[in-house]
């Protein structure tokens, strides 16, 4: 970077060729870019941008309040100047803005880290202060003559927010002030806050209960908006646009994992809005092993199945018996399939009840001896136990009793024990409830 002695300009060399890189990897450097998405009315004048960005075509980027200009060089060299003008900030906006920012000692440390708080950018927002540009917020200027977005215009974008990601100071300055500027508004406001508690520290002292302050804190706001009707499908996540293949990166995959996290971002805010959602418990968090089984089971394409499988130290074969399991039951589901588990002696008791009592003249082989036991339900099958797995003798079943309690049907195939139907309360409607037997 050159320090052209004005505080309220700034020039950044030209950086070199990014082949097969992304141009942002902080949350504000991708809203950067998404405000460059949405504002072009034609989205291959972005595409080539990119390609004009990573050839390493764009000049020397200077910034100050408003704008940015650059020269950009076409494939044959022609030279053109460009300029994107942003919204500076009015004085009441930078007010607010700094006063947001000195009110958190951790906003300030952020910044001095070269890093943007999410939270500080959605406070400045709800108090109408836009930090990051959005839609239509970019005014592109080129002597190519083009009026919207050109691949130059957008090149120079596409640029700048690989300096966003080194330096968000460079977006503040768009906004109208410098680093230093903006500093010293944080160090005066944070002085006089300090003065403020200071004077009022007697009073303060003791404080007040967490009730009253909660009760103070929402006398006189307005009621929460009603919630927003449930979208009727999945958003659309962008494709991953490249002139090239990125090496080692798989851009199927990528883009199927982003279609899947939409997917499953619609069904838990669908949850969410359902009625009695508060009422009902939370969920377990899945762990990465179930969680590639769900993605495999969405998956259609054999390549993103079979590198789930080898993320999890699967066989093919193995993450679709998985697959199959976790159809019948999600995570239980699979549990049931892969836990080889021993339960304890209160366990094992109430499944043994549970087994004399699912049918009438019961007899079982439990370990090395039998047990009899009586109840409703007809004659009993022979069942031998190991672990918590009851295989009937002869008839290639088996059910086998979850850690929940509850009973999973299985049938013997070509040497192998398959999950044959979903989970049943007690044993013999999981015995009888397989299709193939």
């Known amino acids: 970077m050159n320090d052209t002695g004005d505080p309220y300009e700034k020039t950044f060399a030209a950086l070199p060729p990014a082949p097969g890189r992304g141009f942002a990897r902080t949350w504000w450097g991708h809203a950067w870019l998404r405000a460059l998405e949405d504002s072009a009315l034609d989205g291959e004048q972005v595409r080539q941008g990119r390609r004009v960005a990573r050839s390493g075509a764009v000049g020397a980027v200077s910034v100050r309040p408003g704008g940015l200009t650059a020269v950009v060089r076409d494939r044959d060299g022609a030279a053109h100047r460009t300029d994107v003008l942003v919204q500076e900030f009015s004085q009441a906006e930078w007010d607010r803005l700094l006063g947001l920012a000195a009110a958190e000692a951790g906003y300030i440390a952020a910044l001095l880290d070269r890093e943007v708080p999410p939270e500080l950018a959605q406070d400045a927002a709800a108090a109408g202060v836009e930090l990051l540009p959005g839609m239509g917020d970019f005014d592109p200027r080129c002597d190519c003559g083009e009026w919207d977005h050109c691949p130059h215009s957008a090149a120079l974008c596409l640029q700048v ?27 005066a406001r944070s002085a006089a806050n300090a003065r403020a508690r200071d004077a009022h520290g007697t009073a303060s002292d003791a404080g007040v209960p967490a009730e009253e302050a909660y009760a103070a804190a929402r006398a006189g706001l307005p009621p929460l908006p009603p919630l ?31 279609q899947a996290a939409a997917a499953e971002a619609f069904r838990l805010l669908a949850e969410a809005v359902a009625p009695g959602h508060a009422d009902r418990p939370a969920p377990a968090p899945l762990t990465e092993a179930e969680d590639a089984v769900r993605l495999t089971r969405e998956a259609g394409d054999v390549r993103v199945r079979s590198r789930l499988a080898a993320a999890t130290g699967r066989s093919r074969a193995d993450m679709e018996l998985a697959v199959l399991a976790w159809g019948f039951g999600g995570a239980p ?67 086998r009793l979850g850690r929940e309690g509850r009973w999973w049907p299985y049938r013997r195939e070509e040497g192998r024990w398959i999950p044959s139907g979903p989970s049943a309360p007690d044993p013999a409607s999981a015995l009888e409830a397989d299709p193939e037997g």
Do not use: H
Not at 171 to 182: A, P, T, Y
Not at 381 to 396: E, K, M, N, Y
């Open 161 to 187: 927010a690989r300096l966003l990601d080194q330096d968000p100071f460079v977006l503040l300055l768009l906004r109208g002030r410098g680093e230093r500027q903006v500093l010293d508004g944080l160090e």
């Open 333 to 399: 589901g699979l549990a049931a399939l892969e836990d080889d588990w021993a339960p304890d002696r209160a366990a094992l008791a109430r499944a043994r009840a549970a087994v004399a009592a699912a049918w009438t003249d019961a007899e079982t082989a439990d370990g090395a001896g039998g047990e009899a036991g009586e109840g409703a339900g007809g004659a009993a099958p022979v069942l031998r136990r190991v672990r918590a797995r009851w295989t009937q003798a002869g008839a290639g079943r088996q059910i």
């Open 228 to 258: 927003p009707d449930l979208p009727r499908a999945p958003g659309q996540p962008p494709t991953l646009d490249t002139e090239g293949e990125p090496v080692g990166l798989d851009v199927d995959a990528v883009e199927f994992l982003a």
